[in-house]
């Protein structure tokens, strides 16, 4: 895809900094939502975020989305974790005996 070089000014702005206009306009653009259309966007010192891109007239902006990343486990979902391990287990120890079982009864 061959793009046109535009002489608009480009500008980085979190969503919340946009005029109420913009926001509006934002949201009729991405009506579905801006998983599709969303791009990491990596910073020098190793610091990133998330932005979708919006055109108008006068300048390119790149809209700086919050995005809440989840990276802690609850402590019942940390239980729920160890007691599937232990069960898996089990699981593989009750395997082994019913092949064993299995086996037997083909030899018979």
Do not use: E
């Given at each position: 895809m061959i793009t046109k070089k535009?002489?608009?000014p480009r500008s980085i702005v979190s969503f919340m900094n946009l005029a109420p206009e913009l926001q509006e306009e934002v949201r009729?653009?991405?009506?579905?939502g801006y998983t599709e259309a969303m791009m990491r966007i990596d910073k020098p010192n190793g610091d990133f975020f998330y932005a979708v891109p919006f055109e108008t007239e006068a300048v390119?902006?790149?809209?700086?989305?919050?995005?809440?990343?989840?990276?802690?486990?609850e402590e019942e979902d940390r239980d729920y974790y160890d007691d599937d391990l232990k069960g898996a287990d089990e699981l593989a120890d009750q395997n082994d005996e019913d092949e064993d079982i299995d086996n037997l009864r083909d030899e018979i």
């Open positions: 535009s002489n608009k009729k653009l991405y009506p579905y390119s902006y790149l809209v700086k989305i919050d995005v809440k990343i989840d990276d802690h486990i």
